[in-house]
């Protein structure tokens, strides 16, 4: 159990629908992080939120909306996605991202395909 | 721009060592990570390395040389659970994690 939990852990969906992911974390950290993780590809860093608010946006497409209600969840809201967004989505926390050595922990991430 | 190297597979024995290699490009280093994943789950944290040097944690261990920027990471007595993707991840100088594109790892019998 590495403590951070997400669900869906599988979500199939058509390009006009409209779903969520979710991600909890149980560690106490104050960072959390949305990852896409495509065959054979690196790790994509999507959005990082430190403290609640959101310090990175890597020029991700606006059909992926992130919420951060608090530092234990944080949440990918996703509308009008594109067959090429089918991926692993993966949620990571840590301490609090300000340091080389802040070590971040993974979700088991939710499997999406888009049709 | 930012670059992390590793081979996309290799195969090793049950029983055996691996030694399994990491090259990067950053603007900046504040440290070196390795994690590891199995099929379908996340990724764990396995090492840390900041300064030059070999880490050794039980059957893992891993080797840090920043003037070349290069890691590696050695699994000795390899077991069958063994098998499973490693990722190398640079810190760069914005405490951004650049990572690899992972290493699978395939043991066999």
Redesign the interface.
Known sequence: E?G?TQTPRHLVMGMTNKKSLKCEQHLGHNAMYWYKQSA????E?MFVYNFKEQT?NNSVPSRFSPECPNSSHLFLHLHTLQPEDSALY?CASSQD?????????????T?LTVL | GQN?DQP?EMTATEGAIVQINCTYQTSGF??L?WYQQHA??????LS?N?LDGLEEKGRFSSFLSRSKGYSYLLLKELQMKDSASY?C?V?DSN????????TKLIIKP
């Open positions: 590495t951070v054979k590809k690196p790790l860093l990175e993966l991202g300000s340091s080389g050595a802040d070590t971040q922990y993974f979700g088991p991430g499997r | 992390i996309t504040n440290g990570f379908g789950e996340a990724p764990t944290f840390y900041v990722l991840a810190t405490y951004q994690l650049i990572w690899g594109a992972g």
